[in-house]
């Protein structure tokens, strides 16, 4: 019962995702290694405006430790934070509407 409610609390708790009043960064798992590792150079909003898929998170972290004195991460923790980028921050869906139809494709007059 007890774990019941527990869970039940926690539930209410990260319904509604939390921000890091320091850095903006949403409060989920990855989150201390994002923003030890990620708001040292430059703040946060330099990259929860970029989103992007795992691939080009990847690409920009590449990026930044060719040309920009990023360190490399182990395995690990470039999977947490990868994982964290692409959880929260994800490719934007450019747009919901569908495509408007061709004449033919609608009802007749
Ligand atoms: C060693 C310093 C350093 C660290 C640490 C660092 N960056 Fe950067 N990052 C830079 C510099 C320098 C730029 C370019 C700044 C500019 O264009 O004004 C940059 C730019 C970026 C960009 C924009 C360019 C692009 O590829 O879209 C993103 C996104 C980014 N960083 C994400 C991250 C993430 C995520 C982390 C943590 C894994 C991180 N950075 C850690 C130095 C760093």
Redesign the pocket.
Same mark, same amino acid.
């Given at each position: 019962m007890k774990k019941l409610i527990f869970a039940f609390i926690l539930g209410i708790v990260s319904y509604g995702v939390e921000i890091d009043p320091d850095t903006g960064l949403k409060i989920s798992k990855g989150f201390e290694e994002?923003k030890n590792?990620?708001?040292?150079?430059?703040a946060a909003s330099? &990259?929860t405006s970029?989103r992007?898929s795992r691939e080009e998170?990847l690409?920009?972290?590449r990026?930044?430790q060719e040309t920009?004195?990023?360190?490399e &991460?182990d395995p690990e923790t470039e999977n947490i934070?990868l994982t964290y980028?692409e959880t929260n921050y994800p490719q934007e869906v450019t747009s919901r509407r569908r495509p408007i139809l061709s004449k033919d494709l609608l009802p007749p007059k």
């Open positions: 994002v590792n990620c708001t040292v150079c430059h330099m &990259f970029a992007g998170w690409a920009s972290i990026w930044m920009q004195g990023l360190w &991460f934070i980028l």
